[in-house]
């Protein structure tokens, strides 16, 4: 079993920049051919969103069209871990971010498609 952390999460004024980071313990990931790390987010009454994701080798990246040229996920495979610099950040990006991950060759942008999940970081952008 795969368990994933999150942290960095916080209140930050529009405009701001977080980064969060997301660690794997457990079975490690890298007992896996290939897997996917991806960053979902929850904001109150509405459904989990994908934000981003990556593959572990191949340099494969996916990100949401509204977070794009703002948002940047990477990862350190030695860590077992994965990185979401958010810079630019406006009000509708306050939510609870979730770092998934899963065994596979592709980057899926619905929950479903994710294994392990993470408990979540709060993240308040205020205007």
């Known amino acids: 079993q795969v368990q994933l952390v999150e942290s960095g999460g916080g209140l930050v004024q529009a405009g701001g920049s977080l980064r969060l980071s997301c660690a794997a313990s457990?079975?490690?990931?890298?007992?896996?051919?290939?897997?996917?790390m991806g960053w979902f987010r929850q904001a109150p009454g509405k459904e989990r969103e994908f934000v981003a994701g990556i593959r572990r080798s191949g340099g494969i990246t996916r990100y949401t069209d509204s977070v794009k040229g703002r948002f940047t996920i990477s990862r350190d495979n030695a860590k077992n871990a994965v990185y979401l610099q958010m810079n630019s950040l406006k009000p509708e990006d306050t939510g609870v971010y979730y770092c998934a991950a899963h065994p596979s060759w592709v980057v899926g942008v619905t929950p479903a498609g994710y294994d392990y999940w993470g408990q979540g970081t709060q993240v308040t952008v205020s205007s």
């Open positions: 457990g079975r490690t990931l890298s007992s896996y051919v290939m897997y996917v």
